[in-house]
């Protein structure tokens, strides 16, 4: 994509070293690790506050990701709110299999939801420690990333005149959708990609978890999962063809199959409840490489989406914000410029680690209902090896906590 010319100023352009586009976990992250180095820098929002406090999203947070968002000062309401799961349990077969994945390794996932978080992050950045933040901008457009002086343009949300801002660093965190992404070149960028061929259903339902962990069904039918949020409103997700219509699914179908999915030998009935939310997700990855071009530096999903399907998204968005937040402080306050230069390395790492568990969980969940006996019958010897094997055991338990990928 040819990048715009720079605009004519509408009044003195404003100067500020970095500008991060958009205003999610990773964004929010690298903002309030640049104002706790004294670095000066401005987020630009498209989206309202109320709308990016209450947006639906991610809950699981890996154990690594709140101790880098602790030791940040980013995490007390979080420490003090989330809830502490230690284990999973599969469904196959008509019987249940609890999987403590905390008694193996000693460590747990925290269980956030993304608002929360989101939430969290904007008091602490523009309420705290002062940051400059503007929400609801428009036609945002990045300028000259490839020389020494980068801009970005937008039109004010009050005046609808352009705003030019001067910058050194350009953070790009605005989404999979996002002007970041679009502004690198086609030649010069690879976006591997990989779609699964289905869908997933994602429900929010007004009800208790009908169990006090996360839930795996492995059915002939398709997949069910069943992830607590709160007390009182519970995540769940339904296999369901790509592209289906959340009209497709009635009050009665939803609850109809969610029992049939997740049935299993003993389980407690679940426990119904008004859905306040239906949405069909297409699952599918991809990989953006370089995460880099010029002064502009990707992070989270403008770099890279992973599917649901193994809770990873947020914490991969964190892990780009530590390393990001990090290497602009270095270089702007002490001018090592060795964190910026790897950073991109050191992100993929993870992120193809991530990507492959993914993949492979994936055909644990969605084998049984491929509507193939071979698939059938290895997924099933997959699943069943986890509840025999210590040794398969604890390597799913190290990627199922993201503490396999030590980067």
């Known amino acids: 994509m040819t990048q715009p010319p720079p605009p004519a100023d509408s009044g003195a352009p404003q100067r500020v070293p970095v500008v991060i586009v958009g205003a999610g976990p990773a964004g929010l992250t690298v903002g309030n690790i640049l104002q706790a180095a004294g670095v000066d820098c401005l987020v630009l929002e498209t989206e309202t506050r109320k709308f ?9 947070i890996e154990e690594w990701a709140v101790r880098g968002l602790e030791k940040r000062g980013l995490a007390r309401n979080l420490l003090d709110r989330a809830e502490l799961h230690t ?19 000693g460590s747990h996932h925290f269980v956030y939801p993304q608002p929360l978080l989101v939430t969290d992050l904007v008091r602490e950045y523009a309420e705290v420690r002062g940051g400059r933040i503007v929400f609801g901008v428009r036609d945002v457009r990045l300028h000259d990333l490839d020389s020494d002086r980068p801009s970005v343009s937008y039109a004010c949300p009050d005046t609808g005149e352009r705003q030019v801002v001067r910058t ?20 010069r960028v690879r976006i591997a990609r990989h779609d699964y061929g289905i869908g997933w259903l994602a429900l929010l339902a007004e009800a208790p978890p009908s169990a006090d962990c996360v839930l795996f069904g492995c059915h002939a039918r398709g997949f069910a999962g069943q992830m607590p949020r709160s007390p009182e409103v519970t995540r769940y997700y339904l296999q369901c063809p790509p592209g289906d219509d959340p009209e497709n699914w009635p009050h009665e179908r939803v609850w109809a199959e969610l029992r049939e999915r997740l049935g299993a030998s003993g389980a407690p009935p679940l426990t119904e409840g008004r859905l306040i939310e239906k949405r069909v997700l297409d699952m599918h990855d991809y990989v953006v490489e370089p995460m880099v071009h010029g002064r502009l530096f990707l992070a989270g999903d403008a770099a890279h989406l992973v599917a649901p399907i193994a809770a990873k998204g947020m914490n991969l968005a964190l892990h780009d914000a530590f390393l990001l937040g990090d290497a602009l402080v270095d270089r702007l306050t002490r001018g090592e410029g060795g964190g910026l230069a790897g950073y991109a390395r050191a992100c993929l790492r993870r992120v193809w680690d991530y990507q492959e568990f993914s993949q492979w969980l994936s055909e644990v969940y969605h084998g049984t209902a491929a509507g193939d006996p071979f698939r059938a019958g290895t997924t099933l010897a997959r699943l069943r090896r986890l509840f025999t094997s210590p040794a398969a055991a604890a390597a799913f338990a190290e990627q199922y906590l993201g503490t396999a990928a030590r980067y």
């Open 87 to 105: 284990a999973c349990e599969f469904r196959f077969d008509g019987e249940r299999y609890r999987f403590s994945y905390g008694e193996l390794t």
């Open 168 to 187: 050194e660093f350009v953070a790009g965190c605005d989404g999979a959708r996002g002007v970041t992404r679009a502004s690198l070149p086609p030649d």
């Open 52 to 60: 990016i406090e209450q947006r639906p999203r991610a809950g699981v």
